[in-house]
């Protein structure tokens, strides 16, 4: 109950087409950022900003932070292109006064909402209400802008898209509207949402990591302070884009609850606020694009420098094509320093390049998060749980125990239901508390079942019980100490240790 059902409807879509694969898992992620691409050319073309919409639409897929997200089953790809939409279709509407784009807009908010709840609509109403604050000449005017906007029949498309699946789950549900609107928005906004299965952060939190997200293409920020521009872009359009991702900022900022994902529903129209900034100033001029250059250069020069000072790297145990982790680390720095350098030469002799080449950049590193993920596996995947799974007899059940979110892809690749024991889910928290299930089992009811049935059980490193007062046979045991006896240890996969009864 915690999300809307947006994201669920379109994977079943997808899986129904193209069978329950992982390249049918990650679509509706994957075409919601190339979905976002797209808008933001339409938008450029809209606004008559052509070269600049391609280029942010560049910067846009090819920041960390999105090439991260667009391969996660998530909700946040899916608000981010439908709100994204319904900011553009907004701010065309502001400035033309036509009906349709209304009507576009509060239909694409109504799926915004159907995609991660009324966090959409918060956000959409402070962007517009602070922009259409900022272009009001007066009192009157401003209270004119804003009765503009309850236009009955883009309420009516708003209310006809958001309202039926609401009313059904109250329906449903009695707690469901105390749980969605109160425990899930206000509450966790408080700090106070149970469960709390979210973390805290300064108020800053999120400024560095709109670097890192948009990296490497955050690296020209400074660009804007140093080159003058060339052209001027309307103050209405600027506003209206620092406005898009600037508000989001400070709410989440803001906010209690902190996550780095939250932030990718900024992207689009940051990117597109960078890249319209650059090209007033003629996409950063030779010298400035070349010194960025030098700049990341340097950078990974210094980073390739300090891992090889570590004497025991954590990643030194990854086999990372071929290399060991410590040295791949290394190998992919220099990488990174030679190719920044090749391309601060090229951006200071070929002007008409502009800065399109960085995008060789984040093409390096994808290929080296490809590698370093495939290389952790264990650690980032239950697919190394399944091979050995795959290698028990079929009759063995099996269960995990306490926790479901860490391991929460086992069910999509064994292709049955895996029970919990003892379960301190978050996820799962609320659907054992208000209905009796067979998914949770208590401590006792698994104890009964050990007698009857033959079991595999999935114990992550932070609830493994070491007590030294046991035989070494059982030094690594768990739970109640009264059936502990039962088990014998098979294997450790990651953090995750496999017993057997």
């Known amino acids: 109950m915690e999300k809307p059902p947006l994201l669920y409807w379109l994977t079943a879509i ?8 992982e390249w049918a898992a990650r679509l509706v992620p994957a075409m919601s950022a190339l979905s976002c691409v797209a808008l933001i050319l339409w938008f450029g073309r809209q606004i008559a900003r052509v070269a600049a919409s391609r280029l942010a639409a560049l910067m846009f897929i090819s920041g960390l932070g999105v090439m991260a997200m667009s391969r996660t089953l998530m909700f946040d790809m899916l608000l981010t292109v439908f709100l994204t939409g319904a900011l553009m279709f907004g701010y065309l509407y502001s400035i033309s006064g036509e009906k349709k784009k209304l009507n576009w807009c509060l239909g694409l908010l109504a799926f915004a909402l159907l995609a991660k709840g009324f966090v959409a609509v918060i956000l959409f109403g402070a962007v517009s209400f602070i922009y259409t604050i900022l272009f009001s000449s007066s009192l009157r005017d401003l209270q004119k802008r804003i009765i503009a906007w309850f236009d009955p029949k883009a309420i009516g498309i708003f209310l006809l898209i958001a309202l039926p699946w609401h009313i059904a789950a109250i329906w449903a549900e009695p707690i469901f509207a ?11 906004f408080l700090g106070k949402r149970e469960p709390h299965d979210y973390y805290a952060g300064a108020w800053w939190y999120y400024l560095p990591r709109m670097v890192l997200y948009l990296f490497p293409w955050s690296f020209f920020l400074p660009v804007l302070l140093f080159v003058r521009a060339r052209q001027q872009t309307p103050r209405t359009l600027h506003f209206f884009l620092a406005c898009a991702w ?19 529903v900024v992207m689009p129209l940051a990117a597109l606020q960078l890249a319209i900034a650059l090209e007033d100033r003629g996409f950063g001029a030779a010298w400035g694009r070349a010194l960025v250059g030098v700049f990341l250069a340097t950078l990974f020069g210094l980073a390739a420098w300090w891992v090889g000072k570590q004497v025991n790297h954590q990643l030194s145990s990854l086999l990372v094509y071929g290399m060991d982790g410590k040295q791949f680390l290394r190998v992919f720095m220099l990488s990174a320093c030679v190719l920044s350098t090749g391309v601060a030469v090229l951006v200071w002799h070929k002007a008409r390049f502009g800065i399109f080449p960085f995008i060789a950049l984040p093409a ?8 370093l993920l495939q290389a952790a596996a264990q650690w980032t995947s239950t697919q190394p749980l399944l091979a050995e799974l795959s290698t028990i007899e079929a009759k063995h059940e099996v269960f995990l125990f306490k926790v479901f979110e860490h391991q929460s892809s086992l069910p999509f690749y064994l292709k049955q239901p895996v029970r919990v024991v003892d379960s301190r889910s978050s996820d799962l928290f609320w659907g054992n508390k208000l209905h009796k299930n067979s998914i949770v089992l208590s401590d006792s009811s698994f104890d009964t079942l050990l007698d009857k049935q033959s079991v595999v059980l999935l114990v992550l490193d932070e609830d493994l019980d070491r007590n030294p007062k046991l035989p070494d046979s059982q030094a690594e045991c768990f739970m109640c100490k009264k059936y502990a006896y039962k088990f014998k240890k098979i294997k450790k996969i990651g953090r995750t240790t496999l017993f057997m009864n």
């Open 14 to 21: 997808s899986f129904a087409v193209f069978g329950e694969n």
């Open 178 to 188: 105390w749980f969605y609107f109160i425990n899930e928005h206000v509450l966790r």
């Open 246 to 264: 600037i508000m989001p900022v400070l709410f989440f900022s803001l906010s209690s609850a902190k996550a780095n994902y939250y932030l990718v």
């Open 364 to 371: 390096l590193m994808l290929l080296a998060f490809i590698g």
